[in-house]
């Protein structure tokens, strides 16, 4: 995955809208999948337009040279959507990627809070024999609800933020640095293995 781009770093001490490409660099965390996990509330789930709107800004910049240039197909393949994660100066939005096929099976809406992890290190797509099909599989994540948003009780069991993959430790503005004495997350269940605060 490239580093995340310097407009992305810059652009989280402000809040941008959902898919913002004109000064976030469409909150895309890098170049390829997010390689930890997050626990948000979507705020945005893309339509086509804004998917296209995306991917147009992505393959400009050199992002996803193993995908086809096709937007109709990154449509079909990819649900995009804009999840809200605490920053140092308020909320803000990181834009990650999930299967179109998941993602009809369970319809995420905005204000629900979900989970996104990266598909496991090492692990082959289902179509190992339709390159295209494997190009998706190895861009996209996995996202899923912990709460729907009209359970006003549920969200109060998990932290929202960015933690890292290997051992739950919460990751600072840059997506990458643990902080110093910060959260830590159980990887199994996402909820906090001690209460916020102390």
Same mark, same amino acid.
């Given at each position: 995955?490239?580093?995340?781009?310097?407009?992305?770093?810059?652009?989280?001490?402000? =809040?941008?809208?959902?898919?913002? &490409?004109?000064?976030?660099? &469409?909150? @895309?965390? #890098?170049?390829?999948?997010?390689?930890?996990?997050?626990?948000?509330?979507?705020?945005?789930? +893309?339509?086509?337009? +804004?998917?296209?709107?995306?991917?147009?800004?992505?393959? /400009?910049?050199? %992002?996803?040279?193993?995908? =086809?240039?096709?937007?109709?197909?990154?449509?079909?393949?990819? =649900?995009?959507?804009?999840? /809200?994660?605490?920053?140092?100066? #308020?909320?803000? /939005?990181?834009? @990650?990627?999930? #299967?179109? /096929?998941?993602?009809?099976?369970?319809?995420?809406?905005? #204000?629900?809070?979900? $989970?996104?992890?990266?598909?496991?290190?090492?692990?082959?797509?289902?179509?190992?024999?339709?390159?295209?099909?494997? +190009?998706?599989?190895?861009?996209?994540? &996995?996202?899923?609800?912990? &709460? $729907?948003a009209e359970d006003?009780?549920?969200?109060? $069991?998990y932290a929202p933020?960015?933690?890292? @993959?290997?051992?739950?430790?919460?990751?600072?503005?840059?997506? $990458?640095?643990?902080?110093?004495?910060?959260?830590?997350?159980?990887?199994?269940? %996402? =909820?906090?293995?001690?209460?916020?605060?102390?």
């Open positions: 995955m490239k580093a995340v781009p310097l407009g992305f770093v810059v652009s989280l001490a402000v =809040q941008a809208a959902p898919f913002d &490409c004109r000064t976030d660099a &469409c909150g @895309l965390p #890098g170049d390829g999948p997010f390689l930890d996990l997050v626990v948000g509330t979507v705020t945005s789930v +893309a339509d086509d337009s +804004a998917a296209q709107r995306v991917f147009a800004w992505a393959r /400009e910049h050199d %992002y996803w040279k193993s995908l =086809q240039p096709d937007p109709r197909l990154f449509v079909e393949s990819i =649900q995009v959507m804009s999840i /809200e994660i605490p920053g140092p100066q #308020g909320q803000r /939005e990181i834009t @990650l990627l999930m #299967g179109r /096929e998941h993602y009809e099976a369970i319809k995420i809406a905005a #204000g629900d809070l979900v $989970r996104y992890t990266p598909h496991p290190s090492g692990h082959a797509g289902p179509n190992l024999k339709d390159p295209v099909a494997d +190009a998706y599989w190895t861009l996209f994540g &996995c996202i899923a609800v912990l &709460c $729907r006003r009780s549920c969200p109060s $069991r933020g960015v933690y890292r @993959l290997a051992d739950g430790a919460e990751l600072g503005v840059d997506l $990458r640095t643990p902080v110093a004495d910060g959260l830590r997350i159980d990887i199994g269940t %996402y =909820q906090p293995l001690r209460a916020v605060g102390q």
